[in-house]
């Protein structure tokens, strides 16, 4: 049957009813361009591990162009045909076909899409995708530059107390910007080159921060392809500790009362709570379990667990379990590094302590600045999204903070976070050029406010009221239900 469904849709148009169909008997079609591709073998080979069957059963082509580089005649966009054709299905068929295809239409704003497109294409042809290599190796610089300023304060000033916290605060500093720096290269902006910004991203991240690639990769592709959207996103998928949205705290708080779901926290205190076990234990507690699951569980027992263990895949097993492996030894290496310049100032005990004061500092750096784009913003399942189009699904779910060089330095370009999630392989320096034509392009099509900056602070601030209005309908359906 699923031959001749094969010789059957090659030669025919599929409608969005057919491909449901399909999608619901276990085929795996996604839409690129206005052509129906069948993903199901690809996705073991693919280099983003399994992020794409996130839009299985949908239109993928701007989520597509936004992840890979894909500019008319380049060499991205023939290697890329090169590996689509042989998955090609046939093409879409258009128009009003039945209830799919009428609920595609309604939730896609096609005029917002059209000129979201022609501003992607003419930011291309703009050199807005262009990095300046001069920017990113000042970026690689002034971390070496803090590390080492880091190391030569307790060496040359004593550990007293304070040239200890000077070194906290240039330690900290340093790992903050090279978190920043390694999400420029694993979004492929740095370099033409994958292999290149590969190389670096695994450079940046492992050696200098202690943590996985692969990890970071999937999770924060994921994050990118459904932004705020409930049992994709992993940055909202915490239930058991913080209540998020309006409609997922409803749905929680049922959930309890019919006792299908579990939960001993009191979400209605979580705007309290998130002082203690928010910013204080992200990076020092959180991630550090996550990351050592992840690579040791891949590495050893072929499996993690989480996230549908995404790079359980073929293409990251052919080679047994190395890459884990080599994963593990890359973070190994910072350790190592850490050890032989901090043992002999501060003896073994002292650096091991040093390392988690500088954690606990930076992540309440990273706590804020990652979560003031996205904790307020609108967090639902993607059924209940009315508007699915690209630039909708990204505006909604993000908001800008006010630029200007230290708020641009300070959440390492992350402030324009509207324009990096319509485009995340441009290089951050091309955002503030960028903001002022893509929220033209919103109010050109009736969609201005869907275009919201707030203040550094503002956005901070809205943080705690967000989780205090979100346990708030937690308590309230909780009780009435």
């Known amino acids: 049957c699923v031959v001749m469904c094969r010789e059957r849709t090659v030669n025919e148009p599929l409608s969005w009813e057919q491909i ?3 999608v619901t008997g276990g085929r795996k079609l996604l839409v690129l361009e206005g052509n129906v591709y069948d993903v199901g073998e690809w996705v073991h080979k693919h280099p983003g591990g399994k992020v794409l069957l996130s839009y299985v059963g949908e239109d993928a082509s701007d989520v597509y162009a936004a992840m890979h580089k894909v500019a008319e005649g380049s060499e991205g966009k023939k290697s890329l045909d090169k590996y689509l054709k042989p998955l090609l299905v046939g093409p879409l068929k258009t128009g009003k076909t039945g209830p799919k295809a009428e609920e595609h239409a309604a939730t896609h704003d096609a005029a917002l899409e059209k000129d979201f497109r022609k501003l992607r294409k003419d930011l291309e042809e703009a050199g807005m995708f262009k990095p300046k290599m001069w920017f990113y190796a000042m970026m690689l610089a002034h971390i070496i530059l803090l590390e080492v300023a880091g190391w030569a304060t307790l ?13 906290v605060a240039m330690l900290v500093t340093a790992q903050a910007q090279a978190g920043w720096l390694q999400h420029d290269f694993g979004h492929l902006s740095v370099f033409k080159s994958r292999v290149w910004n590969l190389r670096m991203h695994r450079f940046v991240i492992l050696h200098l921060k202690a ?4 990890w970071w990769n999937y999770r924060h592709y994921l994050h990118h392809a459904k932004p705020n959207v409930a049992d994709t996103d992993p940055d909202i998928n915490m ?21 299908k779901a579990k939960g001993f926290l009191p979400y209605d205190l979580q705007h309290v709570y998130w002082w203690v076990i928010g910013p204080p234990l992200l990076l020092p507690v959180y991630f550090h379990y996550e990351n050592l699951r992840f690579l040791i569980g891949n590495a050893v027992f072929g499996r993690s667990g989480m996230w549908k263990d995404s790079y359980s895949t073929k293409h990251y097993m052919r080679h047994g379990r190395v890459f884990f492996w ?4 890359w973070m190994a290496s910072f350790f190592f590094r850490w050890h032989f310049t901090y043992a002999p100032l501060l003896g073994v005990a002292g650096w091991i302590t040093l390392y988690m004061v500088v954690r606990t500092v930076e992540s309440h750096w990273f706590v804020w600045v990652t979560q003031m784009n996205h904790l307020s913003m609108d967090i639902n399942k993607y059924s209940g999204r009315l508007r699915r189009d690209w630039p909708s699904l990204q505006a ?12 641009d330095w300070f959440t390492g370009h992350l402030n324009y976070q509207i324009e990096h999630h ?12 960028v903001a002022p034509l893509v929220r033209d392009m919103f109010e ?10 707030k203040t550094l602070l503002g956005a901070m601030g809205d943080i705690v009221s967000s989780l205090e209005t979100y346990g708030s309908v937690w308590r309230e359906a909780y009780h009435e239900f």
């Not at 943590?211 to 692969?214: F, I, P, R, T």
Request: hydrophobic share 35%; with cysteine.
């Open 422 to 433: 319509l485009f995340p392989t441009m290089p951050r320096h091309n955002y503030a050029k």
């Open 20 to 22: 449901d169909q399909e």
């Open 239 to 259: 239930p058991y500790v913080f209540m998020l949205g309006d409609e997922m705290a409803k749905k929680w708080a049922h959930k309890q009362k019919e006792g």
């Open 396 to 407: 909604v779910a993000t908001c800008n903070v006010d630029g200007g060089l230290f708020n």
């Open 444 to 453: 050109r099509n009736g969609k201005g406010s869907d275009y919201i900056s």
């Open 211 to 214: 943590a996985s690639s692969a």
């Open 326 to 329: 080599k994963e593990l030894a």
């Open 155 to 167: 060496k040359f000033f004593g550990t007293g107390w304070v040239p200890y916290c000077a070194t």
